[in-house]
């Protein structure tokens, strides 16, 4: 079970929280309705997040054999062979699909999830291996989930939301892109579309995510939809716990060479899960009191 858990990325399915940002944002979290559809769109994400990641797998099985890390994935290291492979993608297919067919989940939604996935397959396949183009491939799918959070409750999303949700995505590609090029020579590091890179080229990527970041999110806090929401600016306070984030991250980037596998990079560090927690808590309270 454990080999089985690493091998879909249950780790990982922490990127698919995105889907409850219009819940939390749009104040429809009192709702249960809206509740349950976010659960539904969450699941629904994870299994074909996960689908994906064992295809992946079973494309780059022997690139990943000599992968001073990846060696020691489930498919590389023989841990779980191929025909159980195919089995599992099979069986979460098939979870995805009674979601879609036995749940009043928004159609909408699950188209979003259906094109999730396409462009993921075409990620595994070819887009991967082009530079440039694969970080905003990996980004278009944090701003797919918001989108599909978005259908699945029956909200509106601001545009200043989604665009903060795109730099942000951009960032983290960006920094994981610039581990795995410091360490594609002394690792052995095969990604294709790292021979197109440079260090100076990830830095600019790395800074104008940052910057659009930031300012992107300042806007949204200031924005008349969260004004006529909250008949205040006082949101504006909490954009100090996102550019807390973004700079403990770059931190640990550039002091630390850490930043490969970005969320287990955030996930393993007190202070910024402090910060975390700390940002999600005074969202709701602002959040509520305007409820």
């Given at each position: 079970?454990?080999?089985?858990?690493?091998?879909?990325?249950?780790?990982?399915?922490?990127?698919?929280?995105?889907?409850?940002?219009?819940?939390?944002?749009?104040?429809?979290?009192?709702?249960?309705?809206?509740?349950?559809?976010?659960?539904?769109?969450?699941?629904?994400?994870?299994?074909?997040?996960?689908?994906?990641?064992?295809?992946?797998?079973?494309?780059?099985?022997?690139?990943?054999?000599?992968?001073?890390?990846?060696?020691?994935?489930p498919?590389?290291?023989?841990?779980?062979?191929?025909?159980?492979?195919?089995?599992?993608?099979?069986?979460?297919?098939?979870?995805?699909?009674?979601?879609?067919?036995?749940?009043?989940?928004?159609?909408?939604?699950?188209?979003?999830?259906?094109?999730?996935?396409v462009?993921?397959?075409?990620?595994?396949?070819?887009?991967?291996?082009?530079?440039?183009?694969?970080?905003l491939?990996?980004?278009?799918?944090?701003?797919?989930?918001?989108?599909?959070?978005?259908?699945?409750?029956?909200?509106?999303?601001?545009?200043?939301?989604?665009?903060?949700?795109?730099?942000?995505?951009?960032?983290l590609?960006a920094?994981?892109?610039?581990?795995?090029?410091?360490?594609?020579?002394?690792?052995?590091?095969?990604?294709?579309?790292?021979?197109?890179?440079?260090?100076?080229?990830?830095?600019?990527?790395v800074?104008?995510?940052?910057?659009?970041?930031?300012?992107?999110?300042?806007?949204?806090?200031?924005?008349?939809?969260?004004?006529?929401?909250?008949?205040?600016?006082?949101?504006?306070?909490?954009?100090?716990?996102?550019?807390?984030?973004?700079?403990?991250?770059?931190?640990?980037?550039?002091?630390?060479?850490?930043?490969?596998?970005?969320?287990?990079?955030?996930?393993?560090?007190?202070?910024?899960?402090?910060?975390?927690?700390?940002?999600?808590?005074?969202?709701?309270?602002?959040?509520?009191?305007?409820?």
């Amino acid at each position: 079970m454990k080999k089985i858990a690493e091998l879909i990325r249950v780790r990982h399915w922490v990127k698919n929280l995105f889907v409850f940002v219009p819940l939390v944002f749009a104040r429809k979290f009192t709702s249960f309705d809206a509740d349950l559809n976010a659960v539904l769109l969450f699941f629904l994400f994870n299994f074909v997040a996960s689908a994906v990641y064992v295809i992946n797998d079973l494309h780059d099985i022997e690139k990943d054999k000599n992968h001073p890390v990846k060696k020691n994935r489930p498919l590389a290291s023989g841990a779980i062979s191929k025909r159980e492979a195919f089995t599992i993608i099979a069986a979460l297919l098939l979870f995805s699909l009674a979601i879609v067919l036995f749940t009043e989940l928004s159609p909408k939604a699950e188209k979003v999830a259906l094109a999730y996935f396409v462009i993921n397959l075409l990620y595994t396949f070819k887009l991967k291996k082009i530079a440039i183009v694969d970080i905003l491939t990996i980004s278009s799918g944090y701003v797919l989930r918001v989108y599909a959070g978005a259908f699945a409750v029956g909200v509106p999303v601001s545009q200043w939301l989604i665009v903060t949700v795109l730099f942000l995505a951009l960032f983290l590609a960006a920094i994981k892109r610039g581990a795995e090029f410091r360490k594609k020579e002394s690792e052995n590091v095969t990604r294709v579309a790292l021979e197109e890179y440079s260090g100076e080229l990830i830095d600019v990527i790395v800074i104008v995510a940052t910057t659009g970041v930031i300012i992107s999110y300042l806007l949204y806090s200031i924005s008349d939809k969260i004004y006529s929401e909250m008949h205040s600016y006082d949101f504006v306070v909490t954009a100090v716990f996102p550019i807390y984030g973004l700079f403990r991250a770059l931190l640990l980037y550039y002091k630390d060479d850490k930043g490969e596998d970005a969320f287990e990079l955030v996930l393993k560090d007190v202070p910024s899960l402090v910060n975390i927690l700390l940002y999600g808590v005074t969202v709701l309270l602002l959040l509520s009191k305007s409820l």
